[in-house]
């Protein structure tokens, strides 16, 4: 069946732009999940959802920072005046319970 | 909070060696422990996981127990191939509320033939 999918595979933008990642979640997980991962280090958590709602956001590192879910399903990151330092791939996981489902990751670079 | 620390990379080891990597952690009440692992180009998947003290995790030749008293999920293989060149992440899930994964920064294998 069909895994977590991502779009797009890689986003080159201008400092200063908005972007939107988007993130197609293995139909029925209802829990998501957004890490960054910066090259070289470890995944930091962003943001989770359960359902369309989002308990916890604790990990969006600044309010330029925000995500959405609609239906239960997809889910948008959407990161407003990109830094350079927002360069980074960001990964999305759905799960049923417990165990998490990657996709591929956007690979975002910021110039 | 939780916390997960792993040994730093990268690892090189030669075709057929025997491979530890170490990972502590320091949560509250009791976590599940996980290994993901990210083959070159491709996403993260779960490679192995212990979701109570004293078990062990397996899965294509790697193993790991889950260590209650040294907080410890190290993980092991007997004989690495050149298709285990990866990076190997150590995390664990709060037993609490939803299930919030920390994840360890990570772990570069290389096996040279």
């Known amino acids: 069946g069909a895994g977590v999918s991502q779009s797009p595979s890689n986003k080159v933008t201008e400092k200063g732009k908005d972007v939107e990642l988007r993130c197609d979640p293995i139909?029925?997980?209802?829990?998501l999940y957004w890490y960054r991962q910066s090259l070289g280090q470890g995944l930091e958590f962003l943001i989770y959802?359960?359902?369309?709602?989002?308990?916890?956001k604790s990990g969006l590192p600044s309010d330029r920072f925000s995500a959405e879910r609609t239906g239960g399903s997809v889910s948008t990151l959407t990161i407003q005046r990109t830094q350079q330092e927002d360069s980074a791939v960001y990964l999305c996981?759905?799960?049923?319970?417990?165990?998490?489902?990657f996709g591929p990751g956007t690979r975002l670079t910021v110039l | 909070g939780d916390s997960v620390t792993q040994m730093e990379g990268p690892v090189t080891l030669s075709e057929e060696a025997f491979l530890t990597i170490n990972c502590t952690y320091t949560?509250?009440?009791?976590?599940?422990l996980f290994w993901y692992v990210q083959y070159p180009g491709e996403g993260l998947q779960l490679l192995l996981k212990?979701?109570?003290?004293?078990d062990k995790g397996s899965n294509k030749g790697f193993e790991a127990t889950y260590r209650k008293e040294t907080t410890s999920f190290h993980l092991e293989k007997g004989s690495v191939q050149v298709s285990d060149s990866a990076v190997y992440f150590c995390?664990?899930?709060?037993?609490?509320?939803?299930?919030?994964?920390?994840f360890g920064t990570g772990t570069k294998l290389q096996v040279i033939p």
């Open positions: 996981a759905s799960s049923p319970s417990g165990e998490q489902f």
């Open positions: 212990a979701t109570k003290a004293d």
């Open positions: 995390a664990l899930s709060d037993s609490r509320g939803y299930q919030k994964v920390t």
């Open positions: 959802f359960q359902g369309n709602s989002a308990p916890d």
């Open positions: 139909s029925g997980h209802t829990a």
């Open positions: 949560a509250t009440g009791y976590p599940s």
